[in-house]
């Protein structure tokens, strides 16, 4: 028998490359200390999905270690995580972002009542070694992104591959608790035996790579907010997202504190931390009545 989970955890679930950071990780760490032309490095791995059947993630994943540059030079873990160092992010994400809406949240008297508490979550399709050498790789719980299994330094093949649709097994681990790759997420787990369930889960995205993960949420009672670059006009993909219902909020990706983002994420935290409230009293109520019966 599954024991009724607390479901007093709130989500935070972040697409890394155009949600966190402006650019591409890869671009902005290995082609630069490679000296790689972004161009013809993305043409070498189209080349492979349209000539060779690769499948989109894989096909990059392959050429950073049979590309002739790597293999003079092969990526070693450390000197990925070393490289992370010339990661950028938005404005407010290395500034002050995740302690902020800590004590937001501590602010609200429910969260206290209640033992709320807040967790951060990554699934990229990046690189894990680059994230786990990030400046905010402290506020994660949980980083799910692409890794090599490495021998004797060198990455010898792909051992966890995350594209665009199987993000959506990451949010199911998430949701259930289940976050090592071992545990199985296909057995039947009864809401209220989730960990987090999805209506206190919130995913942040920025185009068509997460409309997989963005519907996941939709249907299954969850928030979804769209992001994009400050710098540029709302990209059409973004307002389609929201106009298709698959995101219910889109603003600039901009962390700072007096930002539109910002605010929605805080009416968002809200809304979930008065839902829980509001089910812990109901629980509350009926644990009394059926002692009193």
């Known amino acids: 028998m599954t024991r009724k989970a607390a479901q007093n955890i709130v989500a935070l679930v972040y697409d890394f490359d155009g949600t966190l950071s402006p650019g591409n990780m890869q671009e902005e760490t290995i082609f630069k200390a490679y000296g790689i032309d972004k161009r013809k490095f993305w043409a070498k791995s189209q080349a492979l999905v349209h000539r060779r059947g690769y499948e989109q993630t894989l096909a990059y994943l392959r050429l950073l270690i049979d590309d002739p540059v790597f293999k ?73 992104a692409c890794e090599y299994d490495f021998k004797g330094g060198r990455p010898v093949f792909p051992k966890l591959v995350i594209n665009d649709t199987n993000k959506t097994q990451f949010l199911f681990r998430i949701n259930k608790g289940k976050f090592k790759l071992s545990e199985s997420i296909n057995q039947h787990m009864p809401e209220e035996g989730r960990r987090i369930p999805f209506r206190n889960m919130v995913y942040i995205g920025d185009g068509i790579t997460d409309v997989p993960s963005m519907t996941v949420m939709h249907k299954s009672g969850g928030n979804a907010i769209a992001v994009y670059d400050p710098s540029r006009r709302v990209p059409r993909e973004v307002k389609e997202m929201v106009a298709e219902k698959r995101a219910e909020h889109f603003a600039p990706a901009d962390f700072r504190p007096d930002k539109l983002l910002v605010k929605i994420l805080h009416r968002t935290l809200k809304k979930i931390i008065y839902s829980i409230a509001y089910r812990s009293s109901s629980d509350r109520s009926s644990d009394w009545v059926r002692r009193h019966m």
């Not at 990526?75 to 070393?82: F, G, W």
């Open 72 to 144: 003079r030079k092969p990526l070693r873990k450390a000197y990925l995580k070393k490289l992370a160092r010339n990661v950028l992010y938005y404005p407010g994400v290395a500034e002050g972002y995740f302690d902020q809406l800590g004590h937001f949240m501590e602010a609200i008297p429910e969260v206290a009542e209640c033992g709320i508490k807040l967790e951060h979550y990554i699934i990229s399709s990046g690189l894990k070694e680059i994230l786990d050498g990030t400046s905010i790789r402290k506020y994660f719980k949980q980083v799910y």
